[in-house]
């Protein structure tokens, strides 16, 4: 029962930020004109295990795994977010493109994310970094929502 009214408080305040939006910002589109954007050439591809909790503005720690140039790197990630309610576990896998350098690699990445938890869910985020830009895939266990903007900073560990 408890757990029944958490969601419904979840969803309806996730609803009500969203619907007091107006629809041109939701409709707008913000991606850059196609001569801007850069061309993705894959270079690495990355594992990450995570926890995020949020209410609105929420946070996200966590280790990962960087396979590049045939050497597997160990890295730190946090984050911020604004956008989404809930806290998941996360699994995910990405690719890494345009990295030319794995002193390039560690930093602070800004992008967008969206996935959804009921026990089990999925999602997916983009960051960027200069011409740097992972993509990934999750899984998520826990109950959240998730729709909206992210930095994530990455850092190298030995």
Known sequence: MR???IIT???STVMCVTLAMP????AEDRSPAPAEQPTLVESGTIVVEAEQVRLLIGG???TGILNFDGKNYNFKISGVSVGGVGVT???AVGIVYN???IKDFPGTYAGMGVGAAAVDGAG???WEKGDIVI???SELEGVGLNLGINTVTIELVD
Request: hydrophobic share 40%.
């Open 3 to 5: 757990n029944k009214i």
């Open 9 to 11: 408080a979840i969803f």
């Open 23 to 26: 629809a041109s910002v939701l």
């Open 60 to 62: 996200a720690k966590g």
């Open 89 to 91: 576990k996360v699994n």
């Open 99 to 101: 990295l030319k350098d």
């Open 124 to 126: 997916g985020s983009t």
């Open 135 to 137: 993509k990934t895939k």
